[in-house]
């Protein structure tokens, strides 16, 4: 099975709103990063992570490794927000392992 | 800053026929780079990374091939395309075991 993941698999949101992407590891994770695709494929770099918590903006990250779980959390989400979200874990040195990714629309 | 640059952007090809796709980062020295393949709609499989010129080590092979030729350049090739190597291709870098950026990445149809 997966070994990285992500909940929910879609999801459509009022602008403004807010709302919690997770990310749910079988493997032991080190570090986790969490990414932005956007609709022409290039992805951009949200958060790196050892376990504990980010803050950048409207999103924030936490790690919890003893769980092994992930979440990113979106406050007043705007139009830019939509793409797809991908978490990935490193568990093996130079290894990532990529989740299933959440397609989020923000709608206006 | 660093900017890492793909080519090509997109390649339309027939099987069989041999495949090069590059990438190149600047301003930044001995990164480690990666090679990820992502089909339509999937997730990102990481195929190949290397921590030095001239070492790369396999993760999945999927029948292609990679090299470090030079401290900033990273190849995927093939000599022989299937249909199964269809895809969006993205190469990566990072310091160490540390965050990683990715480049626009190579449209891949194979027909």
């Known amino acids: 099975g997966d070994k990285v993941k992500q909940s929910p698999s879609a999801l459509s949101l009022q602008e403004g709103t807010n709302s919690a992407l997770r990310c749910n590891f079988s493997i032991a994770a080190t570090t986790v990063q969490w990414f932005l695709q956007n609709p022409r494929g290039s992805l951009m770099n949200l958060f790196y992570l050892v376990p504990g918590t980010k803050e950048n903006g409207r999103l924030k990250s936490a790690f919890d490794s003893k769980e092994s779980y992930s979440t990113l959390h979106i406050r007043d989400a705007q139009l830019e927000d939509s793409g797809t979200y991908f978490c990935?874990?490193?568990?093996?040195?130079?290894?990532?392992?990529f989740g299933t990714g959440t397609s989020l629309l923000v709608d206006p | 800053a660093q900017t890492i640059h793909q080519w090509p952007v997109a390649e339309i090809k027939a099987v069989g026929s041999p495949l090069s796709l590059g990438c190149t980062i600047k301003?930044?020295?001995?990164?480690?780079l990666y090679w990820y393949w992502q089909a339509t709609g999937g997730t990102l499989q990481q195929l190949f990374y290397s921590i030095t010129v001239g070492q790369v080590e396999s993760v999945v092979q999927l029948n292609l091939s990679a090299s470090r030729p030079k401290d900033d350049q990273f190849i995927l090739s093939t000599e022989k395309l299937l249909l199964s190597h269809s895809g969006f291709y993205l190469c990566?870098?990072?310091?160490?075991?540390?965050?990683?950026?990715f480049g626009e990445g190579s449209k891949l149809t194979v027909l």
């Open positions: 990566a870098w990072s310091q160490g075991t540390g965050q990683l950026y």
């Open positions: 990935a874990a490193e568990n093996m040195g130079y290894k990532l392992t």
């Open positions: 301003g930044k020295s001995s990164p480690n």
